[in-house]
């Protein structure tokens, strides 16, 4: 199978236990605006990691490896939801359509983004209840999405003036934003094989990630005049060092000790290529 269908399989085991998520009997209201973002078609990057990671270690997918990546997505698009409401990023449009509180107004967008985030840590509840040996999992994704991983991240961001932030500021707040839910991902994988002498890798691998997908996303908007390192380090610097990032998570992921040719090629098409067919 190649790179892209590979790809396809794991994002339709993610989709299909997404699409199974959310009971009938939630308000109506409340669950279509829970619907309209968890069901609109990101391309799923973080419980794909996940997975992969499981199999990579050789290790067939369970029904518990699907919740737990399915809370990992649940996670994610509450983050969506509420960095673009109008108190934080006000953004009208996401992944081409509507922001959720353009469609359903700020409170139930925000309460759309609680649902999720309940969701998800009941998924994973239920999961550590049927299978304590998960419960490192949870740990770790309540521990990157929190207020020492992604919340603080966003806190962060809120409380520097981008203009005025050097590159270090504007690293630390990557760091914590956006590499931490890939960290939870890969991470959560290495744990759920039991592979812990794997972690520093697996951190490694997703921090120099994160910092470049942060990167490459900048570099697409460049022209914006928002302030990012890609704007303050200029272009060419900017491609230098998403180059060099990129290859720092090559470089980690070939001592993660696991079959890594998936990830591999997934590093590449995010980092290097584009992402318009993941
Ligand atoms: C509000 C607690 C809270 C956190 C917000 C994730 C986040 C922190 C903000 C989202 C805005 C943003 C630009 C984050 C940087 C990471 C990033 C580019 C996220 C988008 O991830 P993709 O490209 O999204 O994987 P899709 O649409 O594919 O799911």
Known sequence: ?????????????????????????????LRKSMAYSLTDGGKRLRPVMYLAVCEAYGRPLTGRDIAVACAIECVHTYSLIHDDLPSMDNDDMRRGRPTNHKVFGPAMATLAGDGLLNLAYELL????????????VMREISACAGALGMVGGQALEFDTDLSKADARRLTDITILKTAKLFECAVVGGALACERENSLPAWRAFAAAFGRAFQLRDDLLDIESGEHSLAALLGKERAEQELEKLTAEAEKALSMTDCEGGFLSELTAAVLRRNTDGL
């Open 125 to 136: 509840s239920a999961v550590v209840c049927m299978d304590p040996g998960y419960a490192p």
């Open 1 to 29: 199978m190649g790179f892209t269908e590979e790809y396809g399989r794991l994002k339709k085991i993610t989709e299909d236990g997404l699409a199974a998520l959310l009971p009938e009997n939630i308000p109506d209201k």
